[in-house]
Nanobody, 117 residues
Framework: VQLQASGGGLVQAGGSLRLSCAASGRTFSSYFMGWFRQAPGMERRLVARISWSGGSTYYADSVKGRFTISRDIPKNTVYLQMNSLKPEDTAVYYC???????????WGQGTQVTVSS
């Protein structure tokens, strides 16, 4: 699995960013696609997850109502729309994928998101 994340950057608090993750190397119909983030000195945590086939979603409580995960099946791309960004959203964001029958994720490279106050 190859995962190419993009779209990070510097934004002021209250602003928006959209992250993209281009996926290749597999047929993803039985996969979950996720966005994780890792702030300095912190563990990597799941932010949002989507079922590739059915589109069901999960969000961490800290981003509910502000972030939206979606996928474009023909483009094999997963998005994370981030609105009402807060300084505490600052982190490296990682795209990841796992089969629905597995626990371990395959990882893409991270993209830095910095939210200034």
């Amino acid at each position: 699995v190859q995962l190419q994340a993009s779209g990070g950057g510097l934004v002021q608090a209250g602003g928006s960013l959209r992250l993209s993750c281009a996926a290749s190397g597999r047929t993803f119909s039985s996969y979950f696609m996720g966005w994780f983030r890792q702030a300095p000195g912190m563990e990597r945590r799941l932010v949002a997850r989507i079922s590739w086939s059915g589109g069901s979603t999960y969000y961490a409580d800290s981003v509910k109502g502000r972030f939206t995960i979606s996928r474009d099946i023909p483009k094999n791309t997963v998005y994370l729309q981030m609105n009402s960004l807060k300084p505490e959203d600052t982190a490296v964001y990682y795209c990841a994928a796992r089969r629905s029958t597995q626990v371990e994720y395959d990882w893409g490279q991270g993209t830095q998101v910095t939210v200034s106050s």
